[in-house]
């Protein structure tokens, strides 16, 4: 009986010592590795992965919508995951601007068609003032906002985006050069007093000087209220960045449509859906 006590307790010493050796080895190497690959390394994969997407907002009138808008929409989604717009309401356009051409309910059925658009905002106001920044930093999640390199400036003389720019959340895109709803309000004006004072022959010439974006007065080089030169030209490198660079499958239902689509408007999008 001794003698199995004995080897009994030799054995439990043997188990007890493998146990520690065991426990000590494993110790040694959580360290080791912790010491070779540190937190922020060995989990940066992992924190990438669930990195949350960078929202940025950008507002606007979006009256009379056109190329100039969806530029703009583009370079902005680009410092993006994710594009939330806030569409100007009426009251604030007139009280900023003047009366818009296009209600807002129609306003934003254009910039809802536009791709790289995620989420509206109706009723967005003109200025970010303090309580809609903290509103779109809380409640939409906005890390920037965006805004073109022109000025836009308050009837008061202050800065539509001080607020943004003071706590550095503001990012700013190129503003797209040769177009704007006030330059094309500009033309229509000029089309309608050129044409009640020339002869058809002389509006005729007048409509394709529109066409290429601007007066025969301008481009002679005499002052007044000619229209500016677009610089917008449709080069490849422009169209592939408008482009999804996906073509169609080979089972898919191929539908042309075809118009002017003079001053682009929200007909046209519902038209567009139904193909």
């Known amino acids: 009986m001794s003698s199995d006590a004995g080897h009994s307790e030799i054995q439990g010493s043997r188990l007890l010592a493998t146990c520690l050796l065991g426990g000590v080895v494993l110790a040694v190497s959580v360290v080791g590795f912790f010491l070779v690959y540190p937190p922020q390394r060995s989990f940066g994969i992992w924190r990438r992965r669930k990195k949350k997407p960078i929202r940025v907002y950008m507002d606007g009138c979006f009256d009379m919508m056109h190329y100039g808008h969806c530029n703009a929409l583009r370079q902005a989604r680009a410092l993006g995951d994710q594009l939330v717009v806030g569409v100007v309401c009426d009251a604030e356009i007139i009280a900023n601007k003047g009366p818009p051409v296009t209600p807002l309910h129609e306003r934003m059925i254009m910039v809802s068609a536009v791709k790289w658009v995620d989420e509206i905002i109706p009723d967005a106001p003109y200025a970010i003032t303090e309580d809609f920044m903290k509103k779109l930093f809380d409640e939409y999640n906005i890390d920037y906002i965006i805004h073109g390199d022109d000025p836009c400036i308050l009837p008061d003389g202050t800065d539509a985006y001080a607020l943004a720019k003071k706590v550095g959340r503001y990012k700013q895109i190129k503003r797209t050069e040769g177009v704007s709803s006030t330059d ?8 309608v007093r050129e044409r009640s004072n020339s002869d058809s022959h002389n509006h005729s010439s007048l409509q394709r000087q529109f066409s290429h974006g601007h007066s025969q007065k301008f481009e002679d080089g005499g002052s007044g209220s000619g229209t500016r030169i677009s610089h ?21 239902r191929i539908v042309y449509i075809d118009g002017a689509f003079d001053l682009f408007h929200a007909g046209h999008v519902e038209a567009f859906e139904c193909c």
């Open 184 to 191: 094309i309000v500009g033309r229509m004006l000029l089309c």
């Open 232 to 252: 917008f030209l449709p080069t490849s490198r422009r169209i592939v960045q408008f482009s999804n660079g996906k073509g169609p499958g080979p089972d898919a």
